[in-house]
């Protein structure tokens, strides 16, 4: 089975451009989170969805940063405009129908620099 | 609220060494799940174990092993007789509703 697929794997942008993260969960999942990891933050929590609705965007840090899930396999993460500060990687990660214990599965990342 | 705290920022052994990563939480919740994350350089993010709070038996699996203790809220890694290929970032994680990460600890096993 495919796991959690993001694109782009890489992506370098210059400052102020409008950045699309996509994820694709994996099928049947009905929770797809958005992390974000830099060196000097660790792993912080952005945006959390169930069955497409978001739950909790606490994370979010600012209005720069927007998330969509339109349907159950498809989920972007935007920024606009891009500052450098954004540089990161993004995580996407899904779980399965069912308790909160389910393990959540983690996509590959997508490594962000704005220069 | 939640928190994870890995007070160990970095780990460094010979191998066939034992090495045990600390793991402390923090929440008000009486149901809840730990877990352990492997991230090796190459960056993805392996899912290594998930306890819940209502298990504490410990696990043995090959050469990892956790321990499990509400009593100290900790939820501690030990690798047996340590690798080179073991040499990663390790994270704890806690969800209760959301999953929230410690920091990592950065665990060097040196040949």
Known sequence: ?115 | AQKVTQAQTEISVVEKEDVTLDCVYETRDTTYYLFWYKQPPSGELVFLIRRNSFDEQNEISGRYSWNFQKSTSSFNFTITASQVVDSAVYFCALRADKLIFGTGTRLQVFP
């Open chain 1, 1 to 115: 089975d495919a796991g959690v697929i993001q694109s782009p794997r890489h992506e370098v942008t210059e400052m102020g451009q409008e950045v699309t993260l996509r994820c694709k969960p994996i099928s049947g999942h009905n929770s797809l989170f958005w992390y974000r990891q830099t060196m000097m933050r660790g792993l912080e929590l952005l945006i959390y969805f169930n069955n497409n609705v978001p739950i909790d965007d606490s994370g979010m840090p600012e209005d720069r940063f927007s998330a969509k899930m339109p349907n159950a396999s498809f989920s972007t993460l935007k920024i606009q405009p891009s500052e450098p500060r954004d540089s990161a990687v993004y995580f996407c990660a899904s779980t399965p129908r069912g308790r909160s214990g389910n393990t959540i599965y983690f996509g590959e990342g997508s490594w962000l620099t704005v220069v």
